[in-house]
């Protein structure tokens, strides 16, 4: 049965799981189809958003491969432009421009073993492609979570919600999964900011 963290937990990956070497990161979220004037209920907390259309909300899922907590090789970077990182441990499964559908709508394939030595943490972050011409942000979404799942046997080992109010916010640092010696670990960080695109959120770790 998988583990359910909240926002700020964080949790042995591997330690825990003897032999554990590749895994499926899963994210997933839900458009809200009517603006709800906050009657909404939703793991956002119908925030209503910022009055933009909900048609066409395209949700990007990245993950920024840092050394060091530095992000310094644009060739660790993840995304739906360059879906494998040039190790080839880190391979994005592909976009997802509608959030439609149940279960996971984006997924990223990582082998722990292959991630190199000197990368030492995996920020996994969304953003709302093109949010500020749409008038997009996360109040207008609904539903969101990040899942791990041992590729081996496909047992999901932990899932964290999404469940604050993330109104006005256009871009959250869903999850990190980091090195604690020999070990992985995965944080639940759950953060929002109104960055408006990938790449300002990767001048962060700069």
């Known amino acids: 049965m998988a583990i359910v963290l909240q926002k700020g937990q964080r949790i042995d990956l591997t330690k825990g799981h003897p032999g ?36 066409n909300m395209d949700i990007d899922a990245s993950v920024i491969m840092l050394q060091d907590d530095k992000f310094v090789d644009k060739n ?24 439609e559908g ?16 000197n990368i030492n943490k995996l920020v996994f972050v969304v953003n709302i492609y093109n949010c500020v011409k749409l008038k997009q942000d996360f109040g207008q979404v609904e539903n969101a979570f ?3 799942i041992n590729s081996g046997n496909n047992e999901e080992l932990l899932k964290f919600d999404l469940s604050e109010n993330y ?15 020999s070990e ?14 990938l790449s300002s959120m990767v001048e962060r770790y700069k």
Request: glycine letters at 22%; proline letters at 2%.
């Open 184 to 197: 992985w670990k995965f944080g639940a960080v759950g953060s929002g900011s109104t960055d408006a695109g």
């Open 102 to 117: 149940d279960g996971d709508d984006e997924q990223v394939i990582v082998e722990l073993k292959k991630v190199p030595a």
């Open 20 to 55: 554990l070497e590749k895994i499926i990161v899963g994210l997933g979220w839900d458009p809200i189809e009517k603006k709800s004037g906050g009657l909404l209920g939703g793991l956002f907390g119908g925030g209503g958003g910022s009055g933009g259309s909900n048609s």
């Open 146 to 148: 990040i899942r791990v």
């Open 167 to 181: 109104a006005g916010l256009t871009s959250l640092t869903v999850a990190e999964i980091y090195r604690s010696g």
């Open 76 to 99: 660790n970077l993840v995304y739906f432009g360059n879906l494998k990182s040039k190790c080839g441990s880190v391979q994005h499964a592909g976009d997802n421009t509608t959030g």
